[in-house]
Structures are given as C-alpha cells and as structure tokens.
C-alpha cells in the first residue's frame, strides 16, 4: 500500500490541513501598535524599489549567506545525497538510510519549534546561531574523515544535524529586523529565495562529483560532501559578522 500515488496523497491531504489550520489560527494582522504605526507612517515602496533597498543594505547580506550556507548545504544533502551516501559507502539498507534520513528532518522539525522561544526568551539571534551553527558544521567531520557509521550512530549524527541546523531560521528574523518593517516580507524572501537557489545548484554540483567517479563512489561522495561541508562553514562564518538586534527592528520608534 506503500505506493508513490498513496505517499502523494497523504502529503497534499497534510498540506491542505495545515493551509486550512493557518487560516483559522494565524493572527492576520500585527498585535503590537509601533508595528502597525510604521507601517502607516511609511508609504511601502514598489516591489523593485523594495527589493533594491534590501540589497543595498550590508546588514541583509550576513543572513543571506548565513541561510545560504547552513540550509543550502543540509538541504541539498538530505534532499539527494544522504540516501545514496548511507547505501553506497556505509553500506546500510536502503529502508534503514531512508530513516537515518528522516531523523535529519525530525530533528530539524523540533528544533525549528525550540530556537524561535530560545531566541526570543534571551533576545539574542547571533550567539546562538553561532553555537548551533557551529556544532552543525562540526556533524560534517565524519564524513570528511571518511569514519563507518553504523546505523544508530548514523540516527544520533543525522538526528543532531537537523537539531542544530534549524538555527538558520533565525536569518530570516534578523534579515526582518535589519530592514524596515514595511520591507519585511521582501527581506525575508530574498534570504529564502538564497537558500533554495543554492540548494538547487548544490544537488546537481555533487551528483556531478559523484557520477564522475565511475569505479570509485566512495571518493566521489568524498568530493561531494566536503564541498557541502565547505558552504555549510562558509554559512556559520557569516553568522559572526552578522548584527546582533537584540530582537528589534532596527528601524521601529521608540
């Protein structure tokens, strides 16, 4: 019963679930007046204008390659090569990669949940990208080792990427919170947009790498996975000169 047609259905019945729960449980306007005060007070600019003043704005680049590198990295990962990494070089079944992989993304779904509270609680964005970040990149090590993993060590690695890796949400807060307010949405679709084109490119650079290597897979995952681990570094390293907002728009009154 476990067909393409059946796994389809059931993830277009959740999605249209979750659009029905969004209609009925997200507020639609913001709660806070200054919020809605700046908005009025500023004219939004054209889509162009909008996304031109994003793009000059040196604050909005530190979380567009922030997201850009830890997403672009985990998502081309999961999204195309961890399954044919875990069978072809760890040697592990095909129906056990298929769950190693879904640890990545339970764990990436929980820790979506957490570091939102953990940020606004403390109202810190940076320090904590840059721990999670960090440890997120330190998950690449044994893979560049070249180390066998076994299938629970291989749940516990990918379970911990995806925990840690969910701190690049947090781009799209800071990317809001370095721009003004009425430039909201164009801020943090442009640091998004980043992540999947650089997902998109990522997939086909390491298929590459690895189909080249015709009578040696395990060196061409090798490739494959330090360019990866590359961009994910390059991520967690703009996460140290990104600006700390201390969660606040840096444009709102006071």
């Known amino acids: 019963w476990m067909s393409w047609r059946n796994v389809f259905s059931v993830a277009g019945l959740l999605n249209a679930l979750l659009g029905l729960a969004c209609i009925l449980w997200l507020k639609n306007r913001p709660h806070k007046p200054i919020l809605m005060m700046d908005v009025a007070q500023n004219k939004a600019p054209s889509m162009g204008q909008g996304m031109w003043q994003v793009l000059k704005n ?3 680049w530190m979380p567009l390659l922030i997201c850009t590198g830890l997403a672009g990295s985990f998502l081309a990962f999961v999204g195309l090569t961890a399954v044919r990494y875990l069978t072809q070089v760890q040697h592990i079944s095909a129906t056990q990669a298929s769950a190693i992989n ?3 993304i339970a764990g990436f779904g929980v820790g979506s949940l957490v570091v939102g509270k953990i940020a606004d609680y403390f ?3 940076k320090i904590i990208i840059i721990i999670a970040g960090g440890v997120y990149c330190a998950c690449w090590l044994p893979f560049w080792l070249q180390l066998p993993l076994g299938y ?3 749940g516990v690695l990918f379970a911990l990427m ?7 949400t947090l781009s799209w807060t800071l990317a809001k ?5 009425v430039l909201a949405g164009t801020a943090t679709g442009l640091v998004n947009a980043g992540a999947f084109l650089v997902t998109g490119l990522l997939q ?6 690895v189909d080249a290597q015709l009578t040696d897979k395990a060196l061409g995952f090798h490739f494959g996975l330090t360019l990866l681990a590359s961009v994910a570094v390059l991520g967690w390293c703009a996460a140290w000169f990104c600006l700390e907002t201390k969660g606040e728009n ?3 009154s006071h």
């Open 102 to 104: 879904l640890c990545a």
């Open 162 to 168: 995806g925990l840690c890796v969910s701190s690049f």
């Open 177 to 181: 919170e370095v721009n003004p307010v």
């Open 250 to 252: 840096c444009y709102a």
């Open 204 to 209: 086909i650079i390491v298929g590459r790498m």
């Open 58 to 60: 040196r604050h909005t």
């Open 123 to 125: 109202a810190r964005r």
């Open 152 to 154: 629970a060590m291989s």
